[in-house]
């Protein structure tokens, strides 16, 4: 469903160009959930960004092609790019709370997906966040950030996307909260014509959710591989000590 | 090996405003006991909001206990040093780290305290060395360190005073596996090199397990097991701690996540939110094999005459009818009948309580059931200021006024018993 030849992906500063990411070539099927795992500064949420051409191009420059439904998503214009981000691609990013504008109500978002009320509160139900009428009337300032996470990402799957990619889902909540979204998660690959892309450090929980992982190391991103296969491929454990330090930590 | 630490009975509350403007007590820390031998690593479990971190400033003398006390028997001199013998390294060490001092001034500063000239410039190598701070960060400020760097200096910091207990708050939240194994085996070294207490806080089980001899987990401020960390994370017998290994390695089904987090908020809790009546939560742990309502009075820890049962009924003229009595006495049906308009009640069988009230045994509250039903509550509950009833669900109790009880639930008084 979604096809990425990315060549090149480079960052100037200062006049100094960086190559971030080089020859990344992969394809999303449909239901399956992917994670691209990889330690900090791996540039993993420079990663996401650049498949649907998020990232600021005064300072990025990629090559390359997206391919999603025929058309390439680095050189669709900006009205078509708006339209994809809202119905088809969705993202949930780590700082969900800051990802909402403070000073509108939670009303404001909702009102913007085109389903029914009693869809709207199943799903606030099955986060275990308060029914409609009372969070409809928060700002996202007045929730937690566990909170704005699971509201993202409710959002997100009200959208019925094709795809729905999620920057360290489990990175500052509880992990009750993060095995709600894996349970979700997977439900939404299940029902229809639909991917989950992910990047994380949390390599117990890409075990856990992905139908197939890959690293991302020095630019470069590893073949996917399932997970059983993924955590003893040579290539991984020798190439990155991440994979290393997680299998030290579960002796 | 002597113990540095004993803990008996350390209890933590604050003071909460109600949006009514009440005030009602929160306890944080609950009749917390234990005891920790010198150069033990001990390792504290629990999610966000279990009192984790008040144990810590208690221990470290940031809080003072609300009851109970603790002692630490660190050697003599600490009564003359400026200094506590316990000390946290806390969470967020960029924001403590002073950004616009170099790495080397805090230090000295901290190493003077102890030492003379001559020796402190050895000391100071020997502590940087130990945290594996390489030597040319040492004149850099602050705000030049990265995460991981920023916390080697502020641990640094701490070791300078020599304390005797070091706690650890969440030292391996945010950090990928990589920095988490390092600090790991860091934490490890310090131990060993420089003979010291440790208490590590996380909710990071794994890293627990590799790093301690003893674990206790925590639960909406009381220990709820402790022991051996091997034994503890091999065979779990407390339910929470189970549902807390299970979450680490996200094997966790839905209803298991729906009812933890709910615990908090029933739907009972909602509706007297939403009505603005005030009351008093009291959480318990559920045991299966017990949950008679006076046994709910003892955990919850007030006396049985205000806790009340909820109890359901079928009369023969009028339906389901639901009576509270307190858990310290029976139902006396023939009074029931007689107040309801009956000639004959009869309590319904256990198994149709759900579909009759939506609530089940151990969890049943006379507010918001799935439909209204003529409710009576004893009279003697006008006895008191505040009476518990469930809070709809099994493990948790909502104290309220009689009164507005009476008046939310259009109850009527009654002698029942």
């Known amino acids: 469903m979604l096809t990425a030849n990315i060549t090149n992906l480079t960052v100037n500063r200062e006049n100094i160009q960086t190559i971030l990411l080089k020859e990344v070539h992969f394809e999303l099927d449909s239901n399956f959930i992917y994670s691209i795992v990889g330690k900090n500064g791996s540039g993993k949420t420079t990663f996401i960004k650049s498949l649907t051409g998020l990232l600021d191009k005064r300072f990025y420059n990629i090559d390359g092609k997206v391919i999603f439904e025929g058309r390439d998503l680095l050189s669709v214009d900006h009205e078509e790019s708006r339209l994809i981000h809202r119905d088809k691609i969705k993202y949930v990013f780590q700082d969900a709370r800051n990802s909402f504008d403070q000073l509108k109500k939670f009303k404001y978002y909702f009102g913007k997906v085109n389903v029914s009320a009693r869809e709207i509160d199943e799903t606030l139900a099955y986060f275990l966040l308060p029914k409609s009428s009372e969070l409809f009337s928060l700002h996202p300032y007045e929730v937690s950030g566990g909170m704005a996470q699971r509201i993202s990402l409710a959002l997100a799957l009200l959208a019925h996307p094709s795809i729905i990619i999620l920057d360290e889902p489990t990175s500052g909540v509880d992990s009750a909260i993060a095995n709600l979204f894996l349970l979700k998660l997977k439900d939404f690959v299940r029902g229809g014509s639909c991917s989950v892309m992910l990047v994380t450090q949390d390599l117990i929980f890409a075990n856990m959710i992905s139908d197939k992982i890959a690293l991302l190391t020095n630019g470069k991103l590893t073949q996917f591989l399932p997970p059983s296969e993924f955590f003893k491929s040579h290539e991984n454990i020798s190439d990155d000590n991440l994979i290393n330090s997680y299998l030290q930590l579960l002796v | ?417």
């Open chain 2, 1 to 417: 090996m002597k113990n540095i630490i004993e803990v008996n009975n350390l209890c933590y509350s604050v003071q909460v405003k109600n949006p009514t403007g009440s005030t009602s007590e929160k306890v944080i820390l609950d009749d917390i006991s234990f005891t920790l031998e010198k150069e033990k690593v001990l390792g504290v479990a629990g999610e966000s909001g279990s009192g984790k971190t008040t144990l810590a400033k208690v221990l470290a003398q940031i809080l003072q206990p609300t009851s109970g006390n603790f002692v630490v028997y660190a050697s003599d001199d600490w009564k003359s040093r400026r200094t506590k013998p316990v000390q946290i390294l806390f969470q967020n060490t960029g924001e403590i780290l002073n950004p616009l001092r170099d790495i080397n001034d805090i230090i000295d500063e901290a190493i003077k305290i102890r030492f003379d000239k001559q020796e402190y410039e050895s000391e100071k190598k020997k502590i940087l060395d130990s945290v594996n701070l390489v030597e040319n960060l040492w004149q850099r400020k602050g705000f030049e360190l990265s995460g991981g760097e920023q916390q080697r200096a502020a641990l640094a910091r701490i070791l300078s005073v020599q304390p005797e207990v070091l706690i650890l708050d969440e030292p391996f939240s945010a950090q990928d596996p990589i920095s988490q194994l390092n600090f790991l085996n860091l934490f490890k070294s310090i131990n060993k090199e420089y003979k010291i207490t440790m208490i590590c806080i996380s909710h990071n089980l794994k890293v627990l397990r590799a790093l301690c001899d003893d674990v206790m987990v925590m639960y909406k401020g009381k220990i709820v097991e402790k022991g051996e960390a091997k034994n503890i994370f091999e065979n779990p017998q407390h339910p929470y701690t189970i549902f807390l290994l299970r979450a680490e390695d996200y094997k966790l089904k839905y209803d298991d996540i729906r009812n933890e987090i709910e615990m908090n908020k029933t739907n009972v809790i909602r509706l007297l939110e939403a009505n603005k009546i005030p009351h008093d939560i009291k959480t318990y742990i559920v045991d299966e094999d017990d949950l008679s309502g006076t046994s709910v009075a003892q955990k919850i820890e007030v006396v049985e005459e205000i806790v009340f049962k909820t109890l359901v009924a079928e009369g023969d003229k009028t339906g389901i009818i639901v009576f509270c009595v307190p858990v310290n006495s029976e139902l006396n049906l023939k009074k029931a009948a007689s107040v309801s308009g009956n000639k004959k009640v009869e309590l319904i069988p256990a198994k149709n309580l759900l579909t009759i009230t939506g609530y089940i045994r151990g969890g049943c509250s006379p507010i918001g059931m799935k439909k209204k039903y003529p409710t009576f509550i004893d009279e003697t509950a006008q006895l008191f200021d505040i009476i518990y009833v469930s809070a709809g669900i099994r493990g948790m109790q909502v104290g309220m006024n009689p009164n507005d009880l009476l008046t939310f639930t259009s109850s009527i008084s009654a002698d029942l018993t």
